[in-house]
């Protein structure tokens, strides 16, 4: 039998949906709308297309979308002085600065100047260390989607066996923070791990995100597992064109799997939902306005 679908177009779709409604209820009480302001240096044409959908999903949602461009020849003082001055706009309740960032700027500089209040990212270290400690504050959009689909596949996550293959900063240390948190046991394992087939199989969730095309194999699941796939890779088709594949042989898993995140129209519609629910989030704590935030 093959593996139930995880739907993550539709689950981001009936987040947006939540979202639209507590940002209205959010601009009829602070007399604003919410604010996310994005930052573009360069041209780069992925990034381009990334800001505009940002943008676009924004507006959607009832909130005001900041699109700041800025020359890829910018200096790394300049790009500071913006990020300084949106941290000080009271109308700004999410900061974004889109990366990779042109080569000459120092990314980790640029991400430590923004508000940690307003990094609705995830990425500044001190939202790193609030993660870590239990603490209140902003968490990576991608693990955080991850999460919000296995709560809504499994529900209670406790005593559950997950594998994280892969330990980026963005994605699966925060991951493995986020299902340590909710009570599963967890492991973090990467491209290096000695028996890496042998450690995933004995997983309940596997959430993989090692930005290698279908690395981990139909053979490596547990029968019923359930599978996270965060890759996007692009690779050549056998019709002569490129597609996108995850990091999960789709096929094989599939036939083991209990169920499966497709790619696309699995994890990658999550992040942009998320991203929108950070900022909302932002918005509500920086005025004081109560909101049930399990309830995004």
Known sequence: MSAALIDGKAFAEGLR?????????FEAKAGRKAG?????????????????????????????????????DSTE??????????????????ILVQLPLPKGLDEQA???TIDPDKDVDGFHIINAGRLSVGQKGFVPCTPLGCLMLLKDRLGDLSGKDAVVIGRSNI????????????NATVTIAHSRTANLPEVVKRADIVVAAV????????????P???????????VDGEDGKTK?????????????????????????????????????????????????EDAL
């Open 17 to 25: 949906q939540k979202i639209a409604k507590f940002a209205g209820e």
């Open 171 to 182: 994605v699966g240390k925060p991951m493995a923070q986020l299902l340590t948190d909710a």
């Open 77 to 94: 003082e300049a790009l500071i002085a913006k990020v300084k001055e949106l941290n000080a706009d009271p109308a700004v309740d999410g």
């Open 224 to 234: 019923g597992a359930t599978v996270i796939d965060v890759g996007i890779n692009r």
């Open 211 to 222: 930005g290698r095309p279908e690395m981990v194999k139909g053979d490596w699941i547990k």
């Open 36 to 72: 996310l302001a994005v930052v573009l240096v360069g041209e780069d044409p992925a990034s381009q297309v990334y800001v505009r959908s940002k943008g676009k999903a924004t507006l959607a949602a009832g909130m005001n979308s900041l699109e700041y461009k800025m020359p890829a």
């Open 244 to 292: 996108l594949v995850g990091d999960v042989d789709f096929d094989s898993a599939r036939e083991v799997a209990g169920a499966i995140t497709p790619v696309p129209g699995g994890v990658g519609p999550m992040t942009i939902a998320v991203l929108l629910r950070n900022a909302l989030v932002s918005a509500y704590r920086r005025e004081n306005i109560a909101l049930d």
């Open 110 to 112: 640029v991400i430590s």
